[in-house]
């Protein structure tokens, strides 16, 4: 079975940076869409980023203009460069990937961002 492998997560202080990667166990073509959910401590998940296989992308409206997100597809990976983090970014990310009728999700990587 497919697993998604998230990396990158951690602590940092805020204005910090981070980049989190996610692949898949084994590859996967024609991935139309790969997102980033997040979610808060006591919060429900919410979308942060996502990008379709044809470039289309959408943030969360907290997020934008200080979030990236980008793709990979010759590695099946997405990537989400977090800059100027602040402490309501502090959450358990997930990445998801949709293929073809298959919805995978990551085990989630956590991110802390604290002075």
């Known amino acids: 079975q497919v697993q998604l492998v998230e990396s990158g997560g951690g602590s940092v202080q805020p204005g910090g940076s981070l980049r989190l990667s996610c692949t898949p166990s084994?590859?996967?073509?024609?991935?139309?869409?790969m997102g980033w959910f997040r979610q808060p401590p006591g919060k429900e998940r919410e979308l942060a980023a996502e990008?379709?296989?044809?470039?289309?992308?959408f943030y969360g409206g907290s997020v934008e203009g200080r979030f990236t997100i980008s793709r990979d597809d010759a590695k099946s990976t997405v990537y989400l460069q977090m800059n100027s983090l602040k402490p309501e970014d502090t959450a358990v990310y997930y990445c998801?990937?949709?293929?073809?009728?298959?919805?995978?999700w990551g085990q989630g990587t956590r991110v802390t961002v604290s002075p």
């Open positions: 998801i990937m949709k293929h073809y009728r298959v919805t995978y």
């Open positions: 084994e590859m996967l073509s024609n991935v139309y869409y």
């Open positions: 990008i379709t296989r044809n470039g289309s992308i």
